[in-house]
């Protein structure tokens, strides 16, 4: 089945400070979803973005389907980003693949 | 707007009970749901579809008896967790598709300790 790598696992920020997760597959998919859990377990889906740019206040996110990547930026980061971010992935009718996510600490 | 509403969100149950789990969506109908488990500092993993007026999709490994999975409407699934034991303890998540762009949205989870 098709594999999902995100990168990095664990990350620190200082609050203000800007960052980039990735997310590698490993074949052609046509749904990619971006989203975060916090420290609660809820999960907001934070974008569907299988090819392009969007963004969403300080968020943003860039899937180069081509390449089998896509990104997740977080600029300015609060101490309210804090969580997991998983990024999932659908190949025809299957049900999405989740990555194993990046760990995100925002400290004051 | 489109919710996906999930209870209990806490449940503490004595060996060899049963628990149900429901995930009922707001707004919408959902005629697939999913359900996740959620080890601790682990991705998701997905043990189940639901099929409104149909028997739900297992996943490899996932024990349909031990996880019964009930789709009766388009707004409700259920999950019963069945002779629980204390591996089962873990967080639960239901999930459902909204709209044609299929985006997905998650219950608020529930965590489940058996004793």
């Known amino acids: 089945g098709i594999q999902v790598e995100q990168s990095p696992p664990d990350l620190i920020l200082q609050e203000g400070a800007n960052s980039t997760l990735r997310c590698n597959f490993s074949?052609?998919?046509?749904?990619l979803q971006w989203f975060h859990q916090n420290p609660w377990g809820q999960l907001i889906n934070l974008f569907y973005i299988p090819s392009g740019t969007k963004q969403n206040g300080r968020l943003s996110a860039t899937t180069v389907a081509t390449e089998r990547y896509s990104l997740l930026y977080i600029s300015s980061s609060q101490t309210t980003d804090s969580g997991v971010y998983f990024c999932a992935v659908e190949r025809g009718n299957t049900p999405l693949v989740f990555g194993k996510g990046t760990r995100l600490s925002v400290i004051a | 707007g489109a919710v996906v509403s999930q209870h209990p969100s806490r449940v503490i149950c004595k060996s060899g009970t049963s628990v149900k789990i429901e995930c009922r969506s707001l707004?919408?109908?959902?005629?697939?749901m999913f359900w996740y488990r959620q080890f601790p500092k682990q991705s998701l993993m997905l043990m189940a579809t639901?099929?409104?007026?149909?028997?739900?999709?297992?996943e490899q490994g996932v024990e349909k008896d031990k996880f019964l999975i009930n789709h009766a409407s388009l707004t409700l699934s259920t999950l019963t967790v069945t002779s629980a034991h204390p591996e089962d303890s873990s967080f639960y998540i239901c999930s459902a598709t909204v709209g044609a762009r299929q985006a997905l949205l998650f219950g608020q989870g529930t965590r489940l300790t058996v004793v």
């Open positions: 707004d919408f109908q959902a005629t697939t």
């Open positions: 639901s099929n409104e007026g149909s028997k739900a999709t297992y």
């Open positions: 074949d052609s998919v046509n749904n």
